[in-house]
């Protein structure tokens, strides 16, 4: 049976969009890869970062929305974005967040690794886990972070639900991942393949509130597909037992299906291909704003309305 292989991409909402790009490639130190706009909302950024070039497993994106209020994590989202460091990294990403006044949480201790918790401007929960044997291709550097210490992508991503059997089986059966454990609430899942992006925790939480939309909530996880023809075998699979899908969407870089898990939460399924230097070289990802063909003919007034990010 064909599975997804790992986290292709996660989605989140932002507020104020300088605020935003400020923090990821400055703060964070991650490659500002994709300058566009929303395909829904053409008078919205569209944000994508990630590594040098874009690599499924490393890629965050931001629909940052200005003056939006600020949404409320809960049941039926993902919730908590956990990036992968070198071990050696820990130290440096601790005096780091000291020294630019952010404040943290931990690290703690999870199925045997050392947790380090921030969370965004907006609210996002992010997480960094030092891990060994991370790719050291496509490492994206600043002057202030520098391979040796630098994100390499996502470890996993952490989704709160109110009963995690029907999520589990879902995981299990068409999306390539078993489950080898918990602690207390927090029940992990993960492809046993080396790489980014193979681990996936269910936080079941029966107890609390349900989730709202908005500033510092995600939107959507994305599950990497390799192909067309293997997205198509997922798509039927996830079809007979149900559930209700998307046709599949160009998004430019990637071809999207979309549909929500048993407890809500909104999954998306992305191919591999094209990738982002489908209309820009690798050399200046992310420097012009790109726009879907529909709007190229609006382009004067989409960048009217866009507030400028230098």
């Not at 974005?81 to 952010?102: E, Y």
């Not at 609390?208 to 599950?223: D, E, K, L, M, R």
């Amino acid at each position: 049976m064909t599975h997804a292989s790992g986290i292709h991409h996660i989605t989140a909402i932002a507020s104020d969009p300088k605020t935003n790009y400020d923090f990821y490639t400055k703060l964070l130190g991650l490659r500002f890869i994709k300058k566009t706009v929303n395909f829904d909302d053409p008078s919205t950024y569209h944000f994508y970062f990630g590594d040098k070039v874009g690599s499924p497993g490393t890629i965050l994106t931001f629909f940052p929305y200005p003056g939006t209020p600020q949404g409320r994590p809960g049941l039926g989202q993902a919730v908590e974005v956990t990036f992968a460091i070198p071990k050696t990294a820990f130290s440096f990403w601790l005096d780091r967040f000291h020294q630019k006044g952010i404040q943290y949480q931990g690290p703690e201790d999870r199925f045997g690794d050392k947790v380090l918790r921030i969370s965004d401007p907006d609210g996002l929960m992010l997480e960094f886990v030092g891990v060994d044997d991370l790719p050291s291709e496509n490492v994206w550097t600043t002057d202030e972070i520098s391979a040796d210490v630098a994100i390499r992508g996502f470890h996993s991503v952490t989704l709160w639900v109110q009963g995690y059997e029907k999520t589990a089986a879902l995981l299990n059966e068409h999306l390539g991942f078993h489950a080898v454990g918990n602690e207390e609430s927090r029940f992990r899942f993960t492809t046993g393949k080396k790489g980014l992006g193979q681990t996936v925790d269910l936080r079941c939480l029966p107890e609390i509130w349900s989730g709202a939309p908005g500033a510092g909530t995600i939107h959507h996880v994305a599950w990497r597909i390799g192909g067309d023809k293997e997205e198509g075998h997922v798509r039927a699979a996830l079809a007979r037992q149900g559930l209700n899908l998307t046709p599949v969407i160009d998004r430019n870089y990637f071809h999207s299906v979309y549909f929500r898990e048993p407890n809500g939460v909104l999954f998306e399924l992305a191919t591999d291909n094209p990738g982002f230097a489908v209309d820009e070289p690798v050399d200046t990802l992310g420097q012009d704003l790109k726009l879907p063909a529909q709007y190229e003919q609006h382009r004067e007034a989409i960048v009217a309305v866009l507030p400028p990010l230098e």
